[in-house]
């Protein structure tokens, strides 16, 4: 499993989901559609100054198909409630935030703490996921389009666009978290499914053992790498502690960037 070089600009990876970061001079999108005159006004200005994300359809594209992993890092607060997705070089790409009781997630595609953009409005999430009764399952489920950039649009309906499910399965003398994933977004043909590389039990460690390439990870249960279902030396994604409350999450095609980070942030309760 090798690594991509890393690129000087986010659109060296993201083919279309690059649009949303380079249209600094597009037209602002209608104040009808966003809500007030004054979102509209903001936005514009981020625009020309090029901190606009408005377009959903970017973060629910797939990454250039390419043989290696793209490398992207992720920043937990303090209090382990919000959740920032960085590329490589630093840029943000999106911010997650856990409910009080750890069963619901929204995604925003501005940062709440953004001094040259205030953007971020944190009763509108762009993405939701929202776990079962059971605590098993995971929903992950686009709130809005680019055509309607506030949830209560005509026309627009919510879209699921993957599951997870949480299983455990002994590895040696230990127990191994596992994952299950379904996407199923618009336009694809099929659902696509994806599972847990499993770890090996290494008797000298007396631990489970995954390699994971290119990261120095810290052992924690939140260690994971998801291959394709039916090939799985085929690892399309991997997810490693690398700090107290630092991440780094590696994908490629088949995931989206939305997906990945909400694999992610499912194990956000495991030990």
């Not at 100054?49 to 890092?73: C, H, I, N, T």
């Not at 501005?110 to 079962?132: I, Q, W």
């Not at 489920?141 to 949830?151: F, K, N």
């Not at 980070?261 to 956000?268: C, D, K, P, Q, Y």
Request: one cysteine or more; hydrophobic letters at 40%.
């Amino acid at each position: 499993m090798g690594f991509l070089e890393e690129g000087p600009i986010i659109s060296r990876f993201f083919g279309p989901f690059g649009q949303a970061f380079r249209s600094e001079k597009k037209k602002a999108p209608c104040a009808e559609d966003i809500g007030t005159p004054k979102r509209a006004f903001d936005i514009a200005d981020c625009m020309e100054k090029g901190l606009a994300r408005e377009l959903v359809s970017d973060f629910v594209q797939p990454l250039r198909d390419v043989r290696g992993l793209w490398k992207f890092d992720v920043e937990r607060s303090a209090d382990r409630r919000e959740y920032r997705l960085y590329c490589a070089q630093g840029e943000f790409l999106m911010l997650a935030k856990l409910s009080k009781d750890a069963s619901r997630i929204g995604f925003f595609l501005y940062d709440s703490v953004e001094e040259d953009c205030g953007l971020h409005d944190p009763d509108a999430p762009a993405f939701t996921m929202t776990r079962s009764a059971s605590g098993k399952s995971w929903f992950l489920v686009q709130e809005r389009c680019d055509d309607s950039l506030t949830p209560r649009h005509a026309g627009w309906e919510r879209r699921e666009v993957m599951e997870v499910v949480h299983s455990r399965q002994g590895v040696g003398a230990g127990m191994n978290h596992c994952l299950h994933v379904c996407l199923n977004r618009a336009g694809m043909n099929e659902e696509t499914w994806l599972g847990s590389k499993l770890p090996v039990w290494n008797d000298e460690v007396r631990s489970m053992v995954l390699d994971f390439h290119g990261r120095q990870a810290i052992a924690s249960a939140k260690n994971f790498q998801l291959a394709l279902e039916g090939d799985p030396e085929c690892v399309v994604c991997q997810h490693t502690k690398v700090g107290p409350n630092s991440f780094g999450l590696d994908f490629k095609c088949p995931l989206t960037v939305v997906e990945a980070f909400g694999v992610a942030l499912t194990t956000a309760s495991w030990v």
